[in-house]
């Protein structure tokens, strides 16, 4: 077999993806969130002793650490991120060479194209090439996303569809729980992804059998990552989790409210994309209860209408009357992004020609079907600002294998408004990828320029005091040189005079969004305005207020 094109494919896949990180700003990130993970990857990578805390710059003025950045949590001396600690131990050893920035993204691409090959191997089927096939799955599903963002989910998809595949191909349980309790200290909901497969095994094998080694394995990747963080964080309790046991477990006041709007949020965030979002699902219902190729052909034309609709047609109208482009599409939303399920009703058409294929698609679909329910009924959260239902990750991948698993046999190919159907819709979903990879480039770039205007109009002898919650997570990139704080809380305000009290502190920086409510702890911080300006960073449409204040 010539192995030279799938190497050439590969090759290609590699200098796409170093390429697209190499273009994104190395200190610009799509969430504030990045901003505790560049920090803690720093410290890993800096630290001669355990425990590797981030250094707090506003020790004198704060030594309780009450100003700290959201997503943090005070250490024994400095801080610590609340996010699991294994990406960004994973990206360490990078960062003296690549710098922070890129050593988390260098990460997320790497795991990306990893899982785009188990991702193939699992659609390619026995005997085929799985690198098309995994780079189709890569450029349809919001991986492609992920391989070039600062989150955990590109690693923690790759140890899921490692463990299916491990289940699928070669029975190997205990490697398969050992990948998915790993997981776990990459995203939480890799435990839900482990129970999922773990119904998955007791409805294909129809029995509990393999779910001794299964959970085995699982136990022992919890307790390996436990280790790696009490080795480097000096505790091996999750601090994900410990930090709001409440919200992690979705319990608590208002819960079921926050549910109904996590869903809302996912799949109706507008009436066009909650109309397309029942019509997909309708359509894959009726595909599933009639298996006729008329039914599976016309719910097909109806789930793909209904995407290209949410997708394209209902931004391009609201672009058109005015709005902005982010604003226009429903960045959130599983029907809006997710282009390549309008191919799942077709699966019907092409059944498993033999028991162990018919195993593994249903093995495939019920890990990537549980989690959908599962999740959020565990958590009403919806994810915050973010790209195609970020915490389903694995799901999305897993549905465009079993749609490409379907579409490569001989029932599939040989029709050929079936095939158009697959093509049409998988093109589109990377059109619609493609689109959000213009926006991370957007939102980053905005957010590095956002950091360079902010360390050009400071000095490395003031603080800087940050009104609003999430400017020091974007600031991250200048804490060299700069002491960030963040009081956005008008109970802040009194710790914040005490320290500049103490500290003989006569002349401070003051940052807000004018759009944030913030008057009440502007007014309550001791000082007199010397200095107002305002201006826009590139690439953004939010304006932003210094203020340069002296202390009474």
Request: contains cysteine.
């Amino acid at each position: 077999m010539n192995r030279l094109p799938s190497l050439l494919a590969i090759a290609a896949l590699v200098a796409a993806t170093a390429g697209l990180v190499a273009l994104l700003p190395a200190d610009g990130f799509f969430s504030g969130d990045a901003g505790a993970k560049l920090l803690q990857a720093e410290a890993f990578a800096g630290c001669d002793a355990p425990p590797c805390e981030i250094p707090w710059p506003g020790r004198s003025l704060d030594p309780a650490r009450a100003l700290r950045p959201s997503y943090t949590a005070p250490g024994r001396e400095g801080l610590v991120s609340l996010f699991p600690y294994l990406y960004p131990a994973a990206a360490a050893p990078l960062v003296p060479v690549l710098g922070g920035g890129r050593a988390l993204r260098a990460v997320s691409a790497i795991a990306a194209l990893l899982a785009a090959l188990v991702a193939g191997s699992l659609a390619a089927g026995r005997g085929r090439s799985g690198v098309a096939a995994g780079a189709a799955v890569l450029a349809a599903t919001p991986l492609a996303f992920h391989a070039a963002s600062v989150w955990e989910h590109a690693p923690a998809t790759l140890m899921v569809l490692a463990a299916v595949a491990l289940v699928v191909r070669g029975g190997r349980d205990g490697l398969a729980g050992l990948a998915l309790g790993l997981a776990f200290w990459l995203r939480t909901e890799s435990l839900v992804y482990g129970a999922a497969l773990a119904l998955g095994l007791a409805v294909t094998e129809r029995g509990v059998r393999r779910w001794l080694p299964l959970g085995a394995g699982s136990a022992a990747g919890l307790l390996l990552g436990a280790a790696g963080q009490r080795l480097l964080l000096g505790t091996a309790v999750p601090l994900h989790l410990a930090a709001n046991p409440s919200a992690a477990a979705g319990i608590g006041p208002g819960a079921l409210a926050a549910r109904l709007r996590g869903l809302a949020e996912l799949f109706a965030p507008d009436p066009v994309t909650g109309a397309a979002a029942a019509a997909m699902l309708g359509a894959i219902g009726v595909a599933l209860w009639r298996r006729s190729r008329r039914a599976a052909l016309l719910s097909g034309v109806v789930a793909l209408a209904a995407a290209l609709t949410a997708s394209f047609v209902a931004p391009a109208v609201r672009v058109a009357l005015g709005s902005g482009l982010a604003a226009s599409f429903p960045l959130r939303s599983i029907p809006g992004v997710w282009m390549f399920a309008a191919a799942l009703p077709l699966v019907t058409l092409a059944p498993a020609g033999d028991a162990a294929s018919h195993r593994a698609d249903r093995l495939v679909a019920v890990t990537a079907a549980v989690p959908l329910a599962a999740f959020w009924l565990l958590s009403p959260l919806p994810g915050g600002y973010q790209w195609g239902g970020r915490y389903f990750l694995p799901s999305a991948v897993l549905l465009a294998v079993l749609a490409w698993r379907a579409a490569g046999r001989p029932a599939l190919r040989a029709d050929r408004p079936a095939r158009a159907l697959v093509g049409v819709a998988f093109a589109g979903s990377v059109i619609v990828e493609l689109l959000g990879l213009a926006l991370l480039w957007h939102v980053a770039s905005g957010n590095a320029s956002l950091a360079r205007e902010v360390l050009a109009r400071t000095h490395d002898d003031r603080p800087v005091i940050c009104a609003t919650r999430w400017l020091p997570e974007v600031l991250a990139p200048t804490w060299e040189t700069r002491t960030i704080l963040r009081v956005d809380r008008p109970e802040q305000a009194p710790v914040l005079a005490r320290g500049i009290a103490r500290d003989g502190v006569r002349e401070w920086d003051l940052f807000a969004v004018e759009e944030d409510a913030v008057g009440g702890v502007l007014d309550a911080l001791p000082c007199e305005p010397v200095f107002r300006e305002s201006f826009v960073a590139p690439g953004r449409a939010t304006r932003h207020e210094v203020r340069r204040c002296t202390n009474r």
